[in-house]
């Protein structure tokens, strides 16, 4: 088996099982975004502890495999992280996660939809407002 068709997998594997899914009652932060080329939804909810911490994460949402499986793998990814460890995640940080697929652009939006939700949520807990510089302008 390839490394590529390895990836391919482990994506099908956290679409099919996605980790972290479903709405927590209690929270600190919530946002939600999609992508309007595919209908791609995204909404994540945490709960902040001690340290400013990423206590608990979830996610909900609808779509590709892409999308859905990189906003899995990204909760497990967070969780336990600092707040300000989300200001450092990177468009690379997400490819890398996926085993740098080969994406075209309006995939990419798809692999970047969690990241983006989940920035626009910490920085506004933050008292910032994210810039979406990470994401490619064409379809």
Sequence with gaps: MSSADFYREII???YRNPRNFG?????????????????DEIDMQIRVGE???I???KFTGKGCAIS????SMLTELAKGKELKW???LT????????????????RVKCALLGMKVLKVGVYGYLGGH???TDMPNSP
Excluded: H, W
């Design 68 to 71: 859905q499986a990189s906003a």
């Design 86 to 88: 989300v200001r450092s």
């Design 130 to 132: 994210y810039e979406d």
């Design 12 to 14: 099908l594997d956290y």
């Design 55 to 57: 206590e608990e994460i």
């Design 23 to 39: 709405r927590m009652e209690k929270f600190d932060i919530d946002a939600r975004d999609t992508n309007p080329l595919c209908g």
């Design 91 to 106: 468009k690379e940080d997400i490819f890398k996660m996926l085993g740098n697929p080969d994406l075209g652009p309006s």
């Design 51 to 53: 340290g400013q911490k």
